[in-house]
């Protein structure tokens, strides 16, 4: 078992962020898609950017990894850095729930809130609502948020891995009966008036099973502190999901993002590299996300280059071949 290290005063090195003292750094990204006047409603009624089996053919990939290549592995340490409230977290641990290992599984996340959320186990799961048009539109912008069909019966039919989350969800998880989200009567108001318009959310609230309530750890923590919390050579599969443009961008006027300058983005990414190297046992996978500023984080490509001298390879890429979502550490 990893023993982690609590941290609870995360202070960065060389960080010009103070993002660890915001309670949650999450869900605004899709609104950079989207007409932000006619969907900034709907936009602040979202409460982070993450949702159970995000991107879930990646996540196939690393059960299949975990069963396959490190088979002969009677324990395996999964480390999913800056999981958010743990709803990803969670999906590892409810993915991995029959293959015949133990797992060990530790989230962490800058964000004080979120971790502490994230230890009450209690999880919403929204569904979009109101006019088709509309909601089609929003959800064009938010391919995070697709687990709905986990809660709510759905117009479509489920595929098999839909059928197949759903039923484990319901081995970890009971729905908190007349769950009422707290809103305040300006967005009810909204709501009733708009609603012809505007898409909106219908949430239901879920809570973790006790006898589930064990299968992961979370902690505070930095990805820029990550030899601070995982011992060296001790993690098999690392997770930094759609996080690492956190690293090389700072929020500007207005809530847009800047990004940061070279001369500071490539010794970060260098440094984040070499931790992520130490980290990881041999053979073991860093699993990056599909969120393509976590890739293209300098013109360079700094984060590929950096991966290659640290001898890593790419073993799982995206749909288009455009990515590498997963390397593997040689050796
Ligand atoms: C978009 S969310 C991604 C959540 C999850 N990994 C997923 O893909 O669903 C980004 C998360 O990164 C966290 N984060 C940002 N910078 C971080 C850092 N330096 N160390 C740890 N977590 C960080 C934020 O607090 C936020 O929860």
Redesign the pocket.
């Known amino acids: 078992m990893i023993n982690i290290t609590n941290i609870n005063t995360p202070q960065s090195k060389n960080?010009p962020?103070t993002?660890q003292n915001q309670p949650?750094?999450?869900g605004i990204?899709p609104a950079e898609k989207l007409a932000k006047d006619v969907y900034v409603g709907v936009r602040d009624t979202l409460i982070?950017?993450?949702?159970f089996f995000?991107e879930p053919e990646m996540l196939e990939f690393v059960k299949e990894y975990i069963t396959t290549r490190l088979k002969n592995k009677p324990e395996i340490n999964i480390i999913?850095?800056?999981?958010?409230k743990g709803?990803?977290t969670y999906t590892l641990a409810m993915m991995l729930d029959k293959i015949g290992k133990k797992v060990n599984i530790t989230g962490?996340?800058?964000?004080n809130q979120?971790i502490t959320e994230a230890k009450k186990g209690v999880f919403l799961i929204k569904k979009l609502c109101g006019n088709e048009d509309t909601i089609e539109a929003y959800r064009l912008g938010m391919d995070?948020y697709n687990d709905d069909y986990l809660a709510f019966s759905n117009t479509s039919p489920l595929n098999l891995k839909q059928q197949e989350y759903r039923k484990v969800f319901y081995d970890f998880f009971t729905e908190i009966q007349n769950y009422k989200e707290k809103r305040s009567l300006f967005e009810r108001m909204r709501e009733i008036l708009f609603s012809k318009f505007t898409p909106y959310f219908k949430t239901k609230a879920f809570k973790i099973k006790p006898e589930k309530a064990d299968t992961c750890k979370f902690v505070q923590?930095?990805?820029?502190k990550l030899d601070e919390i995982v011992p060296a050579h001790s993690a098999d599969v690392l997770?930094f999901?759609?996080?690492l443009y956190?690293?090389t961008t700072q929020e500007g006027p207005l809530g847009f993002k800047v990004q940061l300058p070279e001369a500071y983005i490539i010794p970060t990414v260098e440094d984040v590299v070499k931790q992520v190297d130490q980290a990881l046992a041999p053979k073991g996978i860093f699993v990056i996300?599909d969120?393509p500023s976590d890739h293209t984080l300098t013109a360079g490509k700094t984060l590929y280059s950096e991966l290659e001298k640290h001898n890593f390879s790419p073993v799982f890429k995206n749909s288009d071949g455009s990515m590498s979502l997963i390397w593997m550490k040689n050796g």
Do not use: K, P, V
């Open positions: 960080y962020h993002i949650h750094f999450c990204a982070q950017e993450t949702a995000r999913d850095g800056a999981c958010s709803y990803e962490f996340d800058i964000g979120a995070a923590g930095n990805i820029l997770l999901r759609n996080a956190h690293l996300g969120h």
